[in-house]
């Protein structure tokens, strides 16, 4: 089997679980390695229903499924080239990108003035409108996988919850998300 590999490190996740191993996204045409995924897919023919959404050093993965609609969130990390060259993290997504722009769809947003409205309003390719997916994003049972773990120890969460509620501006938020929330339904 012919292999190719490319690895780019990854400062952030969105759903990371702890591990003493540093994180990286990697593509590959081999069966993969290691013992852990973090997120699998194979990425021949997905333009329906995977995209990526890339600004700056960060990509934002969309993936949408049977009426299921999952996202998350890498930050890349700087490091070296190949040649021993010194990288950003936004050199790295550049390179990310124009490599996974080969295999599914791949938005460059330089400023966020640049999605319009129409792309946040619109209907998406299928059918279903902006309002039909918050909906089956608020109703729709989530899978196992996202329904059992936070992954945040539980000592964690309750100084979490506690940092939230002692934030001023944390109460305004939370009625700002509810009330964009009730206006998508």
Not at 3 to 20: G, N, P, T
Not at 28 to 54: C, H, P, R, Y
Not at 171 to 176: D, G, K, L, N, T
Request: with cysteine; aromatic share 8%; proline share 3%.
């Amino acid at each position: 089997m012919n292999e190719s590999k490319q690895i780019w490190l990854v400062d952030k996740y969105a759903r990371l679980v702890a591990s003493r191993e540093p994180s990286a996204l990697s593509l590959s045409q081999d069966q993969g390695e290691g013992n852990s995924w973090q997120e699998s897919f194979i990425l021949w023919g997905t333009s329906n229903w995977i995209k990526g959404v890339a600004k700056g050093d960060s990509i934002l993965f969309l993936y949408h499924h049977q009426m299921s609609n999952r996202r998350f969130r890498i930050k890349l990390s700087g490091g070296t080239s190949g040649v021993g060259l010194a990288r950003t993290g936004v050199e790295n997504c550049r390179d990310a990108v124009s490599v996974l722009r080969g295999l599914m769809p791949v938005k460059v947003i330089d400023d966020i003035s640049q999605i319009s409205q129409e792309e946040t309003s619109g209907s998406s390719k299928e059918g279903e409108s902006l309002r039909e997916r918050a909906q089956s994003i608020s109703k729709k049972p989530l899978q196992q996988a996202y329904i059992s773990s936070t992954h945040l120890p539980t000592d964690q969460l309750s100084q979490f919850i506690r940092l939230c509620l002692t934030d001023s501006t944390f109460p305004a938020f939370v009625e700002a998300v509810e009330s964009e929330l009730n206006s998508m339904k």
